[in-house]
């Protein structure tokens, strides 16, 4: 998976933002950039965690910005890796619910969403591969950990 | 130990919100809790396991509890998951 984000330039580095908004508007720009999705997903994703609370956090470290599938600017099917380096606050003052490793997932059909959950999720499984991320700072540290891993 | 085998019903089936409840409702209990779809066995209290299963609606699942009042917290999980919204 993550050489193929690689080949699709969806992988991206940050060092911080000032709102968790912001952080989603950026997490969503190698997206929008090939068409797979357009700014109003993000839009829609921001509107999903303002209804649900940030449950996009699923665990330390790690959230996936989604929202419905079929969303409005969803064109096709579509995962982007941003790492950032302050972890971004999507409960401020709430560390559980805080994420430097984000994974966009955007699907416009049930079988699509469920697809990129779970390759996203055999990936992360991965201690090795999770660890790497985590320590990952630059393209050239993904691209690495790609090629040792074969993932 | 005890199991009981239900099928998924929630129109969006067990996705990123309904897994994050499961999860947590899955740690209340001090034994193991795991969920089984055909060969694949996952631990229910790790919110990755469940999302690699694909847990789409109509999907046929068995609950494995094992520990204390095992029976009771397999009743209250399959509860749980029936009565799981979107």
Known sequence: MLKELLEKNRVEFYDSF??????????????????????KYAE????????????????????????????QG????????????????FEPGNPKKSARLIFTLA?????????????????????????????ADDLASVKLLSKRLGI | MVEK???????????????TMLTEFAKSYAGMVEVIKGEKIGNLKSILMILTMGLKRGTEITLR??????????????????????
């Open chain 2, 65 to 86: 509890v094992t520990g204390e009042n095992e029976q009771e917290f397999l009743d209250s999980l399959v509860r749980f998951i029936l009565d799981m919204e979107d």
């Open chain 1, 74 to 89: 969803v064109r096709s099917n579509g995962i982007s890796f941003t790492k950032v380096a302050k972890p971004v606050e």
């Open chain 1, 44 to 71: 829609a994703i921001i509107d999903n965690v303002l209804e649900y609370g940030p449950y996009i956090v699923i665990t330390d470290d790690l959230a996936i910005p989604h929202t419905k599938v079929n969303a």
């Open chain 2, 5 to 19: 085998t239900i099928t998924v019903v929630n129109p969006s089936g067990i996705h990123a919100r309904p897994a």
């Open chain 1, 107 to 135: 699907a416009n059909d049930m079988d699509g969403h469920y697809d990129n959950m779970e390759r996203l999720s055999e990936m992360l499984l991965n201690e090795e591969a999770l660890r790497g991320l985590q320590e």
């Open chain 1, 18 to 39: 000032d709102n968790w908004q912001d952080a989603i508007r950026s997490c969503c720009h190698s997206l929008i950039a090939d068409g797979s999705i357009t700014e």
